[in-house]
């Protein structure tokens, strides 16, 4: 009788053991790499004195690539429009490629807003492309936004 309940014991043991779980491993790589950002000097980018028309009912853009390249909407004139230059202060002379950046430019003296797109027009040039709402006040507009480049 001994010898029966050893064995049944001992298969008893033997089946739980076919229920384990099952399991699998394996390494996980992980990688980083860090760099460092230049400095760069930037000109402000300056969509000038902007003249609308009176009472204006639609928005209006203006385009900054070489100085003033256009403008729609009520817009009658753009004055002394430029790009920004920006300076590689590393002396590499070289800037890379800078991505689209939005920037909102806040009214000197109320809470209206203008935005703008600023795009890299050449190696060390930055325009973009400012949107006006109807209505909105005149004043000054002032944003800053942050540039960085990247080059291989």
């Given amino acids: 009788m001994r010898k029966y309940f050893l064995l049944s014991t001992i298969a008893l043991l033997a089946a739980t053991n076919v229920n384990a779980a099952n399991y699998a491993q394996d390494e996980l790589v992980v990688n980083a790499e860090v760099a460092y950002a230049a400095d760069l000097n930037c000109s402000a980018l300056n969509f000038g004195k902007i ?69 890299q027009t050449y190696d060390l040039w930055l325009g973009g492309t400012l949107t006006i709402p109807a209505g909105s006040p005149s004043g000054k507009y002032t944003g800053t936004v942050t540039v960085t480049s990247t080059w291989e």
Wanted: proline share 0%.
């Fill in 51 to 119: 003249i609308m028309k009176v009472n204006s009912t639609q928005d209006s853009t203006v385009t900054i690539f070489d100085d003033v390249d256009g403008f729609t909407g009520d817009i009658l004139d753009v004055q002394d429009g430029a790009q920004a230059v920006c300076e590689d202060v590393s002396g590499e002379g070289h800037m890379g490629t800078i991505e689209d950046t939005s920037v909102v430019l806040s009214h000197e003296s109320t809470e209206d807003q203008l935005s703008a797109t600023i795009t």
